[in-house]
């Protein structure tokens, strides 16, 4: 089923531009326009969508962390897109612990917006390369020890840690590896769980700290 989209951003004629090339693309089983805060949560009330993007043009970061908070807090099922002003990594990161799924500059070019919008639908997070970039930097500069873990990643541990810093899906992975999403599932929660991370953004955050991927 395809899911729908919503677009809450300024001004109207960017919005619809945008809205009419989505169009094209025929991902999507509809895409709504919101300008205003208030049309926003009446919307999310009455028939919340599949996809939400939300942009730095209409919501300060302060207002974006509320926004996302009380929108994931009510339904959680909604994929949150953040359009940033190239923010901070820590502001990224907050974003993320918030509960949004995808975060792009607005320097980030349309395809690859749409490839944030085919890692959304494989239940995948997405970070624009831009962003990449300065967590790589962020990272480098703080010059922090190594991690050490109790209980160290197998051999097959790392291999997937090493797919999963590449971009790929849990499908991705089963299928380049030759064994089952599930088998992938239970070794992405034991690479979690041992990393004492919640999620992806975090095993890339491990991985490159440790000089794993470059």
Do not use: W
Not at 13 to 33: D, H
Not at 100 to 123: G, V
């Amino acid at each position: 089923m395809k899911p729908r989209l919503t677009i809450f951003d300024e001004p109207l004629l960017y919005t619809e531009g945008l809205s009419r090339l989505l169009s094209q693309s025929k991902i999507f089983n509809g895409i709504n326009i919101c300008n205003s805060y208030e049309t926003l949560f009446e919307q999310l009330k009455l028939d919340p969508p599949e996809l939400l993007m939300i942009s730095s043009n209409i919501l300060m970061l302060t207002d974006i962390y509320k926004s996302v908070e009380e929108i994931t807090s009510k339904n959680q099922n909604i994929k949150i897109i953040v359009i940033g002003n190239c923010y901070d990594v820590t502001d990224i990161r907050k974003l993320f612990n918030k509960g949004i799924k995808s975060y792009l500059d607005k320097n980030s070019r349309y395809d690859e917006f749409m490839k944030s919008i085919q890692a959304l639908l494989l239940n995948e997070i997405y970070i624009c390369d831009y962003a990449k970039e300065r967590m790589i930097n962020f990272i480098s500069s703080e010059g922090q020890q190594r991690l050490h873990i109790k209980d160290p990643l197998t051999r097959r541990e790392m291999e997937i840690l090493k797919l999963i810093c590449d971009g790929l899906s849990s499908k991705d992975i089963s299928e380049k590896l030759f064994i089952s999403i599930n088998t992938v599932e239970t070794h992405r929660k034991r690479i979690l769980l041992k990393l004492n991370v919640k999620n992806s953004v975090g095993v890339v955050k491990y991985a490159i700290e440790n000089h794993i991927i470059d």
